[in-house]
């Protein structure tokens, strides 16, 4: 599996973005797609997830401001971020994890800053 995220950029505080993680290859049936953040000089974080059958959890981070969604026919992922703050500033990742397995794959990262 191999997964391309895109969408990143440099916006104002209060601006919105959607990120795209497009998955291909031999994508399994029943997956969970996950969107993460690094910010500079912090641990990976948990920003928004959703399963191949529409079940949706999110972090903190992401509560209230940002959807998560999925395209199941294009095996692509989105997340709808608004009301951006500068300390939204990170890499964002995507992650595909199949269901029943210890096995995960990690996009490259898309850069997201905000200047204030």
């Known amino acids: 599996v191999q997964l391309q995220a895109s969408g990143g950029g440099l916006v104002q505080t209060g601006w919105c973005l959607r990120l795209s993680c497009a998955a291909s290859g031999s994508i399994p049936s029943m997956y969970t797609t996950a969107w993460y953040r690094q910010l500079p000089g912090k641990q990976r974080e948990m920003v928004a997830r959703?399963?191949?059958?529409?079940?949706?959890e999110y972090g903190d981070s992401a509560k209230g401001r940002w959807t998560i969604s999925g395209d199941h026919v294009k095996n692509t992922a989105f997340l709808q971020m608004s009301s951006l703050k500068a300390e939204d500033t990170a890499v964002y990742s995507c992650n595909l994890r199949p269901w029943g397995t210890a096995t995960e794959y990690w996009g490259q990262g898309t850069e997201v800053t905000v200047s204030s």
């Open positions: 959703i399963t191949s059958v529409g079940e949706i």
